[in-house]
């Protein structure tokens, strides 16, 4: 049976017909929907992580145990993920273990484009890359495979074009691999410094095998076309670009491990060829070692490093023409990033950008308070660093004398992903700064996933609703407020009271999402009473795009309104009502 799978649902089901028993991620896209679909296979033990350390823990956990498990993140989820990557590496598996990094070039989604590839060269261990849907769910038995015969992780590296794109895919029946025997082994899996030297051996020996491995495997094959005056080197997504900018007329080495590369065939390759390109999206991973053996090729001296490659663009590199795709004649309107209507961030950002302090972001939704009209917020780094970096923020201005007051803004998800420690290091030394924990009940930003306080597993399982308030207080915070975000009164008291406190201090913002259908929201519109109304604009300040203001008049799209009622609060004249909200 055939099915039109995307490069996610594929990796889902390879992992599926290939007999994994535990799946583990942490929600970020590219990645999102392996685990969504995965967890839709009840064979196949599923579960969110808090972050992505802990999820590739319980996959090894697993793998240590005999199983098949596999793990899935974002790039960036890998630096989070890389102390136990590494570690594992050197100790080895029992059953097949495979860490799927979804890279994003271009930065659809993330705040870089770092090329993972470098993480399978420096852990040494092996790397696929599959170029569409069907080699992404064949790739997961070659993974497995491959991390059972050497001993190994394997790096399964996908970008968002493959992760998003769909196309067809022959359906297989399940494997049941089932468990393998477990046996105590400490040199093994005890990495203590005198075992570690042992395993390190161990590692480059394997990893010679490995090249063998990848020069004899049918997944780096030599494509010869109509003559040799031009040869390709390529792998993952941009193979289909160069095959649709050269076609028939190239020669091409499809490499699909490229860690550790096929050595022998690439030369074998050049070998054949006149002139040798190198097309690789991000980083030359491939280019430069291949230079490194003496072979001479054209690369990233004419290709781009930065951004996401397509065809037009390799055309324009290699060829000095215009790719002759068809393209739309009408511009596609820009659509800006904003938070949604009703949003249960906008009140708390409307009432932080009236005060004198910084405040550092952190990864969601709410990261879109930086965007105008709101420009509340000074920072965004990573994962959690809102607390402690608005802890390191606010203690430098103390050292240097300056009373600057500090409000660290962080979600829900994000605040067990990786806030916890920074809270208690706010605690722990005496900082002042003020964590605010936008608490709307989900995983907002990459599609709604749970998490450990909205009470369901990923397998739709009840379970423990971890108490933020409880959290807080068992790390030490003496100063906890609850509020109601769409209550501006009530928030602005909150914020107040911060301002004037020297101890550490937890502002929860909590009211749910306003795309949850299953959670209450307010009943009734908000409309404007053009007789009142004095056009001061400032119910524009809130950035709520229901909210316009065209041709002299403002107005309130009936059809977005969600009816938060921040902006009648925040009308001065009283000329935005309420109205069917009984």
Known sequence: MKKILSGNEAIARGAYEYGALVAAAYPGTPSTEILENIAQYKEIYSEWAPNEKVALEVAIGASIAGARAISAMKHVGVNVAADPLFTYAYTGVNGGLILVSADDPGMHSSQNEQDNRYYAKFAKIAMLEPSDSQEAKDFVGEAFKISEMFDTPVLLRITTRIAHSKGLVELGERQEVGLKPYKRDIQKFISMPAHARVRHVLVEEKFKELEEYS????????????????????????????????????????????????????????????????????????????????????????????????????????????????????????????????????????????????????????????????????????????????????????????????????????????????????????????????????????????????????????????????????????????????????????????????????????????????????????????DKCKKCKLCLKVGCPAVSFTNGVVSIDETMCNGCTVCLQVCPFKAIEKVGDQ
Not at 275 to 290: D, K, S
Not at 325 to 339: D, G, N, Q
Request: aromatic share 6%; net charge neutral; proline share 6%.
């Open 215 to 530: 020069n004899n495997s049918p997944l780096n094959r030599i494509e010869m076309g109509k003559d040799n005056k031009i040869g390709i080197i390529t792998s993952g997504i941009s193979y289909q670009y160069a095959k649709e900018v050269f076609g028939d007329n190239a020669c091409y080495l499809k490499i699909s491990i490229t860690n550790p590369l096929p050595k022998r065939l690439i030369k074998e390759f050049a070998s054949k060829v006149e002139t040798l390109y190198v097309i690789e999206e991000l980083e030359p991973f491939m280019e430069e070692q291949i230079k490194a053996m003496g072979i001479n090729v054209i690369g990233k001296d004419r290709i781009p490093r930065i951004g996401e490659l397509n065809p037009d663009i390799i055309a324009k590199a290699l060829l000095g023409i215009e790719n002759p795709v068809i393209k739309s004649e009408k511009e596609v309107p820009a659509r800006p990033p904003v938070l949604c209507p009703g949003c249960p961030h906008r009140g708390l950002f409307y009432v932080l950008s009236k005060k004198n302090a910084v405040i550092t972001g952190d990864i969601g939704c709410y990261t879109l308070g930086a965007v105008p009209p709101l420009e509340a917020m000074d920072t965004c780094i990573c994962m959690g660093a809102s607390v402690s970096g608005g802890h390191g923020f606010q203690k430098a201005a103390e050292k240097g004398g300056r009373d600057q007051k500090v409000f660290c803004v962080i979600g829900d998800s994000t605040f067990f992903h990786s806030g916890i420690t920074g809270l208690m290091d706010i605690v722990y030394n005496k900082g002042n700064a003020t964590t605010i924990i936008l608490d709307n009940r989900i995983t907002a930003m990459t599609g709604h996933q749970e998490n450990p306080g909205t009470g369901k597993t990923l397998m739709g399982e009840d379970t423990v609703e971890l108490d933020i308030v409880k959290i807080c207080e068992a790390l030490g915070v003496k100063h906890i407020r609850v509020v109601n975000p769409h209550n501006l009164a009530e928030t602005e008291k909150a914020v107040n009271e911060a301002m004037e406190i020297k101890e550490p201090m937890v502002i929860i913002t909590k009211w749910p999402c306003a795309l949850i259908k299953t959670e209450p929201q307010p009943k009734g519109k908000c409309v404007v009473n053009q």
